[in-house]
């Protein structure tokens, strides 16, 4: 074949090693802040109930507790939270196979799926350790304290930081699965110990 119709050569892909390496980084970083900022407003916010204004009529720090999952679905049901662990669970689980498989020449799915894992670590931690007193009762659930009003008198279900990465990890996980997915992977990256190495093309 001429040069001219010969297929780019591509570099060699970043080792998966490193790749690992920054999907720990930003599971732990997203982990470690929403319990730190969740434990912050178990202390500061919940007795007794204050708010706190960042900006006023918009954005302030409200403690809510959450039995149930986002826009308190499925609250106060006594099969929520047995629900939300497994399903937590399977999630982490199926990220962390993503991990193994995925091409590795770009960044930010990686990182896109750090923040799913940390994210949901996070607010399984919760559906564990978190209990409050509602009447004779003692209930698990998720703390929430992030309150956005994104319209006058029209606001958004109160979250946490763990949310955030989620919605983050999620909005930087579909186009990388959508465009890059399927990437090729180099001779580096895909040969099993033993192949034959592909052959160049001429």
Do not use: C
């Not at 498989?101 to 770009?106: A, G, I, S, V, Y």
């Not at 698990?140 to 992030?146: L, M, R, T």
């Not at 992977?185 to 093309?201: I, M, Q, S, W």
């Amino acid at each position: 074949m001429s040069e001219a119709s010969a297929p780019e050569k591509l570099p060699p892909a970043p080792p998966r090693s490193g790749r690992i390496l920054a999907t720990t980084i930003a599971a732990i970083i997203a982990l470690g802040l929403d319990l730190w900022s969740k434990q912050w407003a178990w202390e500061t916010l919940r007795n007794p109930r204050e708010k706190i204004t960042v900006i006023e009529k918009w954005f302030y720090f409200e403690f809510s507790f959450n039995t149930g999952s986002a826009f308190g679905f499925l609250e106060g049901t006594s099969y929520a939270r047995p629900l939300f662990i497994v399903i937590t669970v399977l999630t982490v689980l199926y990220m962390m196979n993503m991990v193994r498989t995925l091409p590795t020449r770009r960044l930010y799915g990686f990182v896109a799926i750090g923040l799913i894992i940390g994210g949901a670590l996070g607010n399984l931690h919760d559906r564990f350790f978190r209990v409050i007193e509602r009447g004779d009762d003692l209930v698990h659930g998720v703390v929430d304290f992030i309150l956005v009003y994104y319209l006058p008198h029209r606001r958004w279900p109160t979250f946490n930081v763990a949310d955030i990465a989620l919605v983050i990890g999620v909005g930087l996980l579909f186009p990388y699965l959508l465009f890059h997915s399927g990437d090729p992977v180099t001779e580096k990256e895909g040969a099993k110990d033993g192949d034959p190495a592909p052959a160049e093309a001429e």
